[in-house]
């Protein structure tokens, strides 16, 4: 069984940065993991995706540029590097894992375990 929890949001001013980070438990081998938000009254998205095997990354257009996935395997940890924040990426921010990950990385049912999520506010 595979436990994520989220970490390192907060509240910062436009054009801020934050580093979210995903810590696994349990079972941590074999998955990949993205990133998704939900903002209040909005659908959750995918922001980004890592590979398991060869760092494979992909992100939401609306992200791009400004974000970066990475990982740590030894910490069991995959981090979200957040710069030039706006205020349109306001939301409750969710890792997510998978066993396995095909061509649908920013599809919520691709994946099969979720972390309980960490705000991210951001305004001036």
């Known amino acids: 069984q595979l436990h994520l929890v989220e970490s390192g949001g907060g509240s910062v001013q436009p054009g801020g940065s934050l580093r979210l980070s995903c810590y696994a438990s349990?079972?941590?081998?074999?998955?990949?993991v993205g990133w998704f938000r939900q903002a209040p009254g909005m659908e959750r998205e995918a922001v980004s995706y890592i590979s398991y095997h060869r760092d494979i990354t992909a992100y939401a257009d609306f992200v791009k540029g400004r974000f970066t996935i990475s990982r740590d395997d030894a910490k069991n940890t995959v981090y979200l590097q957040m710069d030039s924040l706006k205020p349109e990426d306001t939301a409750t921010y969710y890792c997510a894992a998978s066993g396995y990950i095909g061509s649908n990385w920013n599809f919520k049912s691709e994946y099969d375990y979720w972390g309980q999520g960490t705000q991210v506010t951001v305004s001036s």
């Open positions: 349990g079972l941590t081998d074999y998955y990949a």
